[in-house]
């Protein structure tokens, strides 16, 4: 399997599972600084122009964070990183899925890359100012939705775990802003895994 993933990205959270899960995994690094996501090399593995991207043992692609999340853990069992729970499992998807599809592409995608959003460059200030209220409002109800459990949602950690980290890295350390408590919590525990310290460690953040 290979990773392509850009440091720092929201392929972190994928980069966490494959050393959570402990088998061996190829990392090819994608410059989003060169623009190397809109170079026909990448464009041809994923027309989306996105990471992460996870090639599989026979060659073919797979997208989307929830998506690779669910085959990682799905092939991996051993690792526990979704519930047999049914209800635990559903919650985990939850909060994946919303820290996915509103915190960060709704929230850090304004914040980021306000021209996704607006032809005007007039309202890029207004655009990122959306994104900031989108982000952290929204890591707020996840603060809510969180219970005493130490991980997401049981007591070790799962595929929600993986989302929660890499939004939380952002507004913690990219945005330099202060979490929820619970949320901010969560954060300080996963940082103190091995497996997310080697990550870091790899992509250049520690
Ligand atoms: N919905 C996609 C979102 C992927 C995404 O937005 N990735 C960003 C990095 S966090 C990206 O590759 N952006 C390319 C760019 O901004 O040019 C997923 O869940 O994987």
Redesign the pocket.
Known sequence: MKLFY?PG???IGIHVLLEEIGRPYETERVD?MAGA??KPLFADLNPK????VLVRDDGSTL????A?AYYLARTSPAAGLLPDDVEAAARAFELMEYA??TV??QGF?RI??PRNFTPHEVDYDAVKARGREIFFGGLSLIDERLGDTPYAVGDTPSIADAALFYVSFWGRDRLHEALPPRVDALYTRMKARPAVQRVMQREGFA
């Open positions: 850009a990205a929201c392929s989003f996501q809109l122009r996105k990471v992460p997208t989307e964070f929830p690779i996915v599809s960060h592409m995608q980021f890359r």
